[in-house]
């Protein structure tokens, strides 16, 4: 089975700084892929290669066995810990946005029938991230776990092959961490989608993934410390009975 993305002997630098070195893997279709690491680890750096921000300095990245193209395609879609929404939007505003830019991309703009459509559309993404009765708030009206909910269903609105998150529970109370672990895990079964989450959090990165990958330098040169890059140190496979995710939904 090919692969849904396969990483090739990657390397990405920066003039003579190594950031990321040899990183080799795949990742299966449907898996959930938490990523941890020290900070500067090319951690976020390995998302932008996935969403396709930048291009690797050497090696290749291949999605469904072919060579991922350079710019932001509608099969990734990601958020960030913060600043994913655009604040002079409302949450409905901010989804219809993001299916205007993919049907409409010169205009931005949908009208008529097709605006209709996919005001229907974003209205139902919303519910199912539990924004159904906060369509025309903006978002600095919203608390931090909302405004997170809120750029989920703009990532999800397009349908992704693959949810990039990069520490996209960091900022947030416990209690509604909590919250937000029950809500990704929900949309990860019901839309079988792939998932890579980069957490600083061990806990939650073994408790939500199926894999988890730690990113580190194998190797330290202490007179140069750009000399070597990060790779992909331990590859971890979560054993994962269902009653595990009836856990995380019930919390
Ligand atoms: N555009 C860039 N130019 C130069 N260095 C960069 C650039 N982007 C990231 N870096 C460096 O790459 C390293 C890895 O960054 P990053 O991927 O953000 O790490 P992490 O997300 O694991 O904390 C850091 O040392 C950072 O300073
Ligand atoms: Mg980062």
Not at 98 to 126: H, N, V, W, Y
């Amino acid at each position: 089975m090919t692969a849904l993305l396969s990483f090739r002997d990657v390397w990405v630098e920066y003039g003579d700084k190594v950031v990321l070195e040899r990183v080799t893997l795949d990742v299966e279709q449907g898996s959930f892929v938490s990523v941890v690491g020290p900070s500067g680890a090319g951690k976020s750096t390995f998302l932008r290669l996935i969403l396709g921000q930048e291009g690797p300095s050497h090696g290749q990245i291949l999605m469904d066995g072919t060579p991922l193209t350079p710019e932001c395609g509608p099969d990734r879609g990601v958020v960030f810990q913060r600043y994913s929404v655009f604040p002079h939007l409302t949450a409905l505003q901010n989804v219809v946005f993001a299916l205007e830019c993919e049907q409409s991309p010169l205009l931005g703009k949908l009208f008529g029938r097709a605006r209709r459509d996919a005001i229907a559309k974003a209205t139902e993404m919303l519910g199912a991230v539990g924004l159904e009765h906060n369509l025309q708030v903006y978002p600095a009206q919203m608390s931090g776990g909302m405004q997170q909910r809120l750029a989920i269903a703009q990532a999800l609105i397009k349908h992704p092959r693959v949810l990039l998150l990069d520490e996209p529970f960091g900022a947030l109370d416990p209690g509604i961490r909590l919250d937000m672990h029950g809500l990704v895990t929900r949309l990860w079964r019901e839309h079988g989608l792939t998932i890579v989450m980069v957490t600083h959090d061990i806990k939650e990165a073994f408790k939500l993934g199926t894999r988890v990958l730690t990113f580190d330098k194998r190797r330290i040169d202490p007179h140069a410390p750009n000399r070597y890059g990060a790779t992909a140190v331990y590859d971890i496979a979560v054993k994962r009975k269902d009653g595990d995710v009836a856990a995380v939904l019930a919390e």
